[in-house]
């Protein structure tokens, strides 16, 4: 090894320090070579050269060769990790490791799978007796004598030991320096020291270096300057093994437990409550809501106008404008209705079947989905669905089937269709839990409906949406036919003013007038026949009994017939007329108790959310939260941004403090020739390790034990919990937050690993 005008010069704030100057120096192969000088002189600065560890400001050190400060870092590591051997005056032990584990390391790093060397070198340096010591917990003279035993046990071609025994008595001085000098018989060992006494009783040679220079170099025994034959050199790079790793990992988890207990409880505490300000601070109703039927099962949003005691309905034009509005195929018209499926003979038991039907829902546009059948395309035929089957099953013992007849208000329907719905799902579901009681409640909606093309079955029939808008049963009563007539009952229709039905006409014109009393209406052909040819009466007016929607009042009207069309034969209605609407457009509102149910799969959802009025059992607990939540937003804000920061200086604090007391590790395992990500590894690793029991530990308590905190002793009455429970909802998530933490800890780690890894490792390890 040879120096070429080797300079090192430290900047301070007042001054250059030339801490090496120019020094020229050939070392041999072998021998004992001492470096002196008094303190300061530089002579730890011309070790640090010769060791890789410092970087010189000018110069060069020669090996074989290859100069060593040539800007090849992965030969620097090399040189590091294979050729030299370091002994530092304070050891320089991984407190992590125990005695064998850290002569061992070194092999490792030069991935050698034979250890046994290791027990040769620990008998060499005759610590057999605290091999597996902690490091810590043995004496100065053993520690250094480690820290020898794991210099030596890589072989390498040179020992490098600054002040080896500056922190020894006379005993273990002498100990070490016989050991030294048994080792420099086939190898070079530079030693640096201040005990002169020692330097020329075991020196070959000496060398004396004073204020960065050379003062004095003195042989001893010129044999040291014989050539040895020594294979050709080559520096292998460290490798550290993933099981290596691990062990770092779990040392360093072991050595820093408060830090680890300190990061469980930032783990626990920030998802609560950054989870709690996101759900006040982000609340949207919309999104809660779709969360709560998401996770519950609730399928539908039910919409009414008005609300009137139980009744909530739509007027049936509103109804109409809504299907335009968001979209016909996701929205149900639905009316009230019992019907029930058993006589009340029967043993009712089981609550989860109904013995009711409760709904009639329109379905004009195959909007359902059936399993079985079809959609009804008479108005004498109506589809179920599978659970009004099944509950008829639960209390009959067979199900209703396509083919079996119903009985609504008193007239007979024939089963067509078997609407596939997803009740199943709650038959495993607990309905002791409040919110699926209610999410189930808001399925019945459709579950236990009939579906059918007319509206309301005390209004009688009613057709396509588009031609006519409420179909009323009336008595037509022809004038002049006596108290028996032929047709007693006929189907009125009452037309939209904007459109004309698209009947064709046989005979006569549309619809003429729309006012006053001798409006004009049309009749079908079936009507006209047999009122009126039948009887060869040939008048063209006659008059119209009315009920009301609950059969309560007859009204008369005198009707002037404009003209006669052609029957609607499938609707299978025997006498028809269509007047325009504008004469019994008071009564058609009321008679129309409309609901709608909308899926909840709409894609208006947001607004439909937002902008109607949404009668949901459910969506009363969820507006409470929102309006809550919307008094409360600007602090919560606030809060949250002050969560944040506080996560970010908990992760520097806890980080600095942590890297303060692992940067000698960093150091030394840095001087061994290690790079830098493989540094870094173990607290990526141990970042892993955080993550996973982190994350199951917030888990169970932001999921289980926190809402059982809340729901018993915070929100206890049940208006309160189920507030609460929309609020939960809400909730960003857990992941989300544990994820902040992580990324936020892990990059002020990496961060000041890498900025403690641009400095030497001799700076690391002093902590310059
Ligand atoms: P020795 O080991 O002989 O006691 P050093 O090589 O440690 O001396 O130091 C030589 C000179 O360089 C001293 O004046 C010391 O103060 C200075 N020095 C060493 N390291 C640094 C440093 N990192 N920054 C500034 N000055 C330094
Ligand atoms: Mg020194």
Redesign the pocket.
């Known amino acids: 090894m040879e120096i070429k005008q080797l300079t090192?010069t430290?900047?301070?704030e007042y001054e250059l320090?030339h801490?090496?100057n120019h020094i020229d120096l050939v070392f041999p192969q072998k021998g004992l070579v001492f470096i002196v000088?008094?303190?300061?002189?530089?002579?730890?600065?011309?070790?640090?050269m010769l060791s890789g560890v410092d970087v010189p400001t000018s110069g060069e050190v020669i090996i074989d060769d290859i100069s060593l400060y040539n800007g090849n870092k992965k030969q620097l590591f090399g040189y590091r990790n294979s050729y030299v051997g370091l002994i530092f005056q304070d050891y320089n032990l991984i407190e992590d490791l125990n005695v064998y584990e850290n002569i061992k390391l070194p092999l490792e790093f030069l991935h050698q799978e034979d250890f046994s060397i290791v027990d040769e070198v620990i008998k060499k340096v005759d610590i057999e007796d605290i091999k597996y010591s902690q490091v810590d917990q043995i004496s100065s003279g053993q520690m250094q004598r480690v820290a020898i035993a794991r210099a030596l046990v890589k072989n390498s071609a040179m020992i490098l030991a600054?002040?080896p025994t500056g922190n020894l008595d006379s005993k273990n001085t002498r100990i070490v320096m016989d050991l030294l000098k048994e080792i420099s018989q086939d190898r070079l060992v530079v030693v640096?020291t201040?005990d002169d006494d020692a330097a020329h009783e075991y020196g070959d040679r000496i060398i004396e270096?004073e204020d960065?220079k050379v003062l004095d170099d003195h042989l001893v025994d010129p044999s040291i300057n014989e050539p040895m034959v020594k294979e050709k050199i080559s520096f292998s790079k460290p490798i550290i093994t993933f099981k290596q790793q691990l062990l770092f990992t779990f040392r360093f988890i072991r050595s820093n437990l408060a830090r680890s207990i300190a990061i469980f409880i930032m783990l626990i505490l920030i998802p609560i409550i950054g989870n709690v300000l996101c759900g006040y601070a982000f609340f949207d109703i919309a999104t809660s809501f779709h969360r709560y039927q998401d996770e519950y099962g609730s399928n539908y949003i039910e919409l009414a106008d008005n609300i009137k005691g139980y009744s909530t309905y739509y007027s049936v034009d509103d109804y109409g404008d809504l299907l335009d509005k968001y979209g016909g195929e996701n929205i149900l018209e639905i009316y009230n209705t019992y019907v029930p499926l058993v006589n009340s003979s029967v043993d009712l038991e089981d609550s989860f079947y109904a013995p009711v039907i409760r709904n009639i829902v329109t379905d004009d546009y195959e909007r359902l989905n059936y399993q079985e059948g079809h959609a009804p395309v008479s108005l004498t035929e109506v589809a179920i669905t599978d659970y009004v089957s099944a509950c008829y099953e639960n209390y009959v013992g067979r199900p209703y089937v396509i083919g079996d007849r119903i009985n609504i208000g008193g007239r007979y329907y024939d089963i067509c269709g078997i609407v596939d719905t997803d009740y199943e799902k709650f038959l495993n579901k607990n309905l002791n839990d409040q919110m699926v009681q209610m999410a189930f409640q808001e399925n019945l909606q459709l579950y236990n409906a009939v579906i059918s093309n007319f509206v309301g079955y005390h209004n009688g029939i009613k057709l396509n949406m588009n031609y006519f808008v409420e179909t009323i049963n009336y008595t037509v009563t022809p004038r002049n036919i006596g108290d028996d007539p032929v047709v007693k009952e006929a189907t009125v229709m009452v037309q939209k003013l904007s459109a004309a039905p698209t009947v064709s006409i046989v005979q006569g014109s549309r619809l003429t007038s729309s006012s006053g009393s001798g409006s004009s209406a049309m009749l079908s052909q079936n009507l006209w026949q047999n009122i009126m040819e039948e009887n060869e009466i040939k008048v063209n007016s006659f008059s119209l009994s009315c009920m009301n929607s609950y059969g309560q009042r007859n009204r008369y009207l005198s009707i002037y017939a404009s003209g006669i069309f052609r029957d609607l034969s499938n609707y299978g209605i025997d006498g028809t007329v269509i007047v325009k609407d504008q004469y019994f457009r008071t009564r058609v509102d009321k008679m129309a108790m409309c609901r709608i149910l909308v899926q909840k799969d709409n894609i208006f959802y947001d607004k439909i959310i937002k902008t109607e009025k949404v009668v949901n059992p459910s969506f009363t607990y969820a507006k409470a939260t929102w309006t809550k939540a919307d008094s409360s937003k600007f602090v919560m804000y606030e809060f949250l941004i002050t969560l944040l920061i506080i996560i970010v200086v908990f992760a520097v604090i806890i980080n600095s403090m942590t890297l303060n007391a692992e940067k000698k590790k960093i150091g030394i395992k840095y001087s061994f020739g290690i790079s830098k990500f493989p540094i870094i590894v173990p607290y990526l690793l141990e970042t892993i390790f955080y993550v996973i029991v982190g994350f199951i530990l917030s888990l169970v308590v932001v999921q289980f034990i926190f809402p059982w905190i809340m729901t018993t002793f915070v929100y206890t009455s049940s208006q309160e919990v189920m507030e609460y429970q929309f609020f939960y909802i809400s909730w960003s998530s857990i992941l989300g937050w544990d994820a902040i933490i992580y990324a936020v800890m892990f990059i002020s780690l990496i961060t000041m690993v890498l900025t403690i890894c641009r400095k030497s490792p001799?700076?690391i390890i002093?902590d310059?």
Do not use: P, Q, R
């Open positions: 090192k430290y900047k301070t320090i801490a090496l000088g008094v303190s300061g002189s530089g002579k730890s600065t011309l070790m640090n600054d002040e640096i201040h270096i960065g001799i700076e002093k310059l």
